[in-house]
């Protein structure tokens, strides 16, 4: 059991995925860099002259690879991820109990609709035009939006605030001023529609598009969805009116919310492709651990 | 392998994390207590969507304590008003409805000095103050009104509650419908109880003869068809103990999300 564990060439694919495995991994690449640190104390440290011979770096390679994303980014993705998920289902159990979109105001049954969802209700008095009933989940699909919109708020905060402070929003996400040329727009853009596989060293850094996708989502596409979320809610807009007001009414924010959501999804979309076409699991390994499965010279 | 595992805590930064953590936990359970004194946990906390709802809860309690709900211009009233579902009603309605609601009373007691019970023609002696505000439902639809009716803190006033009070429970002649609100929604201005509409009577489908209007909260908050109030301490005492029917049948005791 134990040898399988540490050869993970030979692990099958489905094994690798499941939440211990991914456990393990994350405990290695937290033993690692550890491991790491240690060592760029004692390689700097040059008044203990038998230290750095006693760490030979070829013999232990995987541990001077340094991290690909930082314990910050890591932790924040996936929590972010496991919101999304709980946000996306619980919203679309939420809008089942009503598919239907207004613009203005106020909108109900005997009003015009802006548009409808083709599916089914989950509340009988909905004319949906179908002769059946969904099941109502609307109880715990409500608690379950707003504590994820919690946990995701707060980890948002934490990411833009910590990523402020520590450089990573500077360095990773801001492009270049050179990156916002056309002409480094354009190549960026043809080569995304040509599919090409990224080069080994893009797996150490952001392209161009890839930086504005990420800046969109977290700086346009997470507030809006916050504030027309706000926008719906009664006794937020009785002390801030304005938050609905602008958005032109609350049905307009709820119809508005559910846009920016499918937005959002299209990201996710978008995202899972890309990380697929990079290479599925070498991505996830440095989402998970941090760690890349080849060691690549910084450039 | 052992000699290069790096020594993890020194003495100082374990000194250091221990009175870190020790003050954490130590300031989180004075939050909680502080919390709980100044009326900002929910009584639905307990359970996996605890953290969710008194962080709502909390937030608006200090937001919105006397925030108005959005009041709008009477053209903006929803034509034709929209009645929704009503739950089947019961005999007890029936016979009051035969009798034109002449016999309908709110009576309302427990932590008051003056126990009462109001016939509707009682409510309406006092000055009858309106609001064209949004009843908006967990669903997502909504509609605007034109509500007639007296505000509760009147009635509060007139039956003398208790300074320790903290809830107000209310019943529908339904007997699967009642829930509760804090003092500062009972006492809010536009927490009324309504029984007119549009310049008219209060209908049948929208909660005539009696509806609680709780104007900062979702619709189900509004219950229909008020016999009985009490005003009360804690909401232990009160079904599961959980506040409301809402919380019992999975939704959410606060309801201004």
């Known amino acids: 059991m134990e040898t399988s564990n540490s050869s993970s060439g030979t692990t099958p ?18 033993r690692n860099m550890r491991a790491k640190w240690y060592h760029s104390r004692v390689s700097d440290s040059a008044c203990v002259p038998g230290a750095a011979t006693a ?21 924040t993705h996936w929590i972010t991820t496991l919101c999304f998920l709980a946000l996306l289902v619980s919203g679309a159990e939420i809008v089942i109990s009503h598919p239907r979109f207004y613009w203005g105001e106020t909108g109900n049954d005997l009003t015009p609709t802006l548009f409808k969802l083709p599916i089914p209700a989950s509340r009988n008095f909905v004319p949906s035009g179908y002769g059946y009933v969904l099941p109502d989940q609307n109880g715990w699909s409500r608690y ?23 450089g990573h929003l500077r360095k990773n996400l801001f492009p270049g001023g050179p990156d916002l040329s056309w002409r480094a727009l354009s190549t960026s853009i043809a080569s995304h529609l040509r599919f090409e596989r990224p080069s080994e060293a893009e797996a150490w850094s952001y392209n161009v598009l890839q930086r504005l996708s990420y800046l969109f989502v977290i700086f346009v596409l997470f ?23 602008v958005l032109g009414g609350q049905q307009s924010a709820r119809t508005l919310h559910f846009f920016v959501s499918l937005s959002l999804v299209l990201f996710l979309l978008v995202h899972v492709a890309m990380v697929w076409l990079a290479g599925f699991w070498n991505r996830m390994r440095a989402m998970i651990t941090g760690r890349v499965a080849k060691p690549v010279e910084r450039i | 392998m052992s000699e290069l595992s790096p020594r993890k805590f020194s003495r100082r930064k374990l000194i250091t994390t221990g009175i870190a953590a020790a003050a954490g936990v130590g300031s989180l359970g004075v939050a909680a207590r502080l919390a709980q004194e100044y009326g900002l946990v929910p009584p639905d906390h307990g359970g996996i969507y605890g953290l969710g709802e008194t962080l709502t809860y909390a937030s608006q309690r200090l937001l919105t304590r006397h925030s108005l709900a959005r009041e709008f211009s009477r053209s903006q009233i929803s034509k034709p008003p929209f009645p929704n579902e009503i739950p089947r009603l019961n005999d007890a309605f029936k016979n009051l409805q035969a009798g034109g609601f002449a016999d309908w009373r709110l009576s309302v007691n427990g932590l008051v000095a003056k126990p009462a019970s109001f016939s509707l023609a009682q409510l309406k002696s006092y000055p009858s103050h309106s609001q ?18 007296v505000p509760l803190s009147q009635i509060l006033q007139a039956v003398e509650v208790h300074p320790q009070a903290r809830y107000v429970v209310y019943f ?28 008219d009577e209060l209908p049948v489908g929208n909660g005539g003869p009696l509806r609680l209007r709780v104007s900062r909260q979702l619709g189900y908050k509004s219950v229909k068809y008020i016999t009985h109030m009490m005003v009360t301490d804690d909401l232990k005492g009160f079904g599961k103990g959980l506040g409301s029917a809402a919380p019992e049948g999975g939704y959410a005791w606060y309801a201004g999300i």
Do not use: K
Request: hydrophobic share 50%; proline share 8%.
């Open chain 1, 13 to 30: 694919c489905w094994i690798r995925t499941t939440p211990v495995t991914i456990l393990l991994a994350f405990s290695r690449g937290v």
């Open chain 2, 172 to 199: 529908s002649i339904d007997p699967d419908w009642w829930e509760s609100i804090d003092m500062p929604d009972a006492l809010h201005p536009q927490t009324f109880l309504t029984y007119g509409m549009n310049g």
């Open chain 2, 132 to 149: 064209i505000t949004m009843v908006q439902c967990e669903e997502g639809w909504s509609y605007i009104a034109e509500w007639i009716g």
């Open chain 1, 55 to 75: 760490v030979p770096t070829a013999a232990v390679p995987t541990t001077t690879v340094p991290s690909r994303h930082s314990v910050l980014v890591r932790v």
């Open chain 1, 144 to 166: 379950l939006h707003f504590q994820s919109a919690w946990v995701v708020v707060f980890t948002g905060l934490l990411y833009v605030v910590v990523g402020l402070m520590n």
């Open chain 1, 223 to 245: 507030p809006f969805v916050i504030w027309t979320g706000l926008a719906m809610s009664p006794a937020f807009v009785s002390a801030f009116p304005a938050t609905v007001n």
